[in-house]
Structure formats: C-alpha cells, structure tokens
C-alpha cells in the first residue's frame, strides 16, 4: 500500500455504520495513517455530526436498521453545507442496480463489503487528491460562494481575501442562516476564547461586512445579542 501521510491530520473522516466493530477498525486504521476520525453508529444523528466535525469525507454503510444509507446520502446532498462533502458508499449489495442508484442519488465512490482495509485507505487518498485539484464551492448565497476547507471566498467572480477569524465567522453565520449568532458563541466558537471584549467581536463584523461589499448588508445586528444573516 501506498501512504501520504502528509497533512493527513487535516483531513477529517466521518465513518457512518451501525457494525461498531467495523466502525472502530476502520477508525483505527485511518488513524494509523494520521487522519481524524469519528464514528457514528445512528444514521438519525448524521446532521448534527456533520455540524460539529465538519468532515472532510464521509464513509456511509448502505444497511443500516434505522435508516437504509441511500436516504442518508439524499439527506446530505439536500443540506447547502454539506452537499458537496465527498461520500464513499460502504455497502453488501454489490449489484449493477445498486451501484448505479448510489451514484445516481450522489455517492461518490462505491466498495462492497467485505473489502480489503487497504483498498478502502487507498480510494480514501483518492478523494483526497481529487478533492485537492478542484476547490468545491460548499456553500452559495446571493452571490456568494464559500470553499469551506480551502478557505476560498468569491463575491460575484472577485476573490475575497479574509483572514482567518473572518473566514471562521462567515463560516458559522453562513451555517446558521437565519438563526441570531450571540457575541458569546462568536467568542466560544469563532475566537476560541470564553471571554472577550464584545468590541473585538464587532470589529470583526465591521471588517467582514466591509469585504464583502453588498452581501455584508445581510449580516444584521440584533441589538443587545449579536448578529445573523438574513435571505
């Protein structure tokens, strides 16, 4: 087998499968080659495990008793912040009908169980590489697109140069749409800090409004909370 270890520790593997055995082997042996896993067990918790790791992969069994994998891969490619996220389909079925379904609903690559540890590392570093060559745009809103793991904003065709902090915030408004993002959570889940001055926050408001010219005016303040980003 082939390794590339390198900068493996940036690259975040959601392993979706009720065979926790299995789960916990793939776990190990991803890790073993310097990725960042997690495993879930119950596909009905797959948003809110999306939301929290954020992956740059996701490994989806097919049978699941809670959940059949095919609604599960429908589910992410509906969510605007995960859509793009790429999926290999772990599955038993490995007939022509089933294959050509999960490409059809999204899957972006196809191994049957039982497989060979190995061969699933490797289409692993395949997604990997064709996800290096093409900066996927996760995200659209009026006008905007964001490329959540490549740190990519463009406003129309213009790039937008954020730093780091401003890219984390649009990140999190953007992910949230709608929902008011208080200055604490900002603080907690932004700047990494459980106190701040809350002038900091606004600074970074400020400046991220500022960059991003016309779409900035839909991050409104509600008065005495924080912010939000409004349709």
Known sequence: MITETINNENVKILIV???????????DSLELEGFKTR????????RSYIEDFDPSII?????????????????????????????????ACAGKFDKIWAFKSGADDYICKPFDIDELIE?????KRRSAQS?????????????IRGQFVSVGNTEVNLTVTEFNLL?????????????????????????????T?????????RKLKHVGEKIKTVRGVGYRLVS
């Open 39 to 46: 495993t879930l067990n119950n596909p009905l918790l797959i």
């Open 59 to 91: 490994l989806l069994d097919k049978l699941m008793p809670e959940k059949d994998g095919i609604d599960v891969l429908k589910e992410i490619r509906s969510d605007d912040f995960a859509k793009f996220t790429p999926i290999i389909m772990l599955t």
């Open 201 to 209: 926050v606004d600074v970074h408001i400020v400046s991220l409004r």
């Open 135 to 147: 900066q996927k745009k996760v995200i659209g809103y009026n006008g905007l697109e964001i490329a």
């Open 171 to 199: 990140k999190e408004l953007m992910k949230r749409k709608g929902e008011v993002l208080s200055r604490k959570e900002i603080c907690l889940q932004v700047l990494g800090k459980e106190y701040t001055v809350e002038r």
């Open 17 to 27: 499968d009720d065979e926790k055995e299995l789960a916990g082997q793939i776990s």
């Open 123 to 127: 289409r692993v570093y395949a997604i």
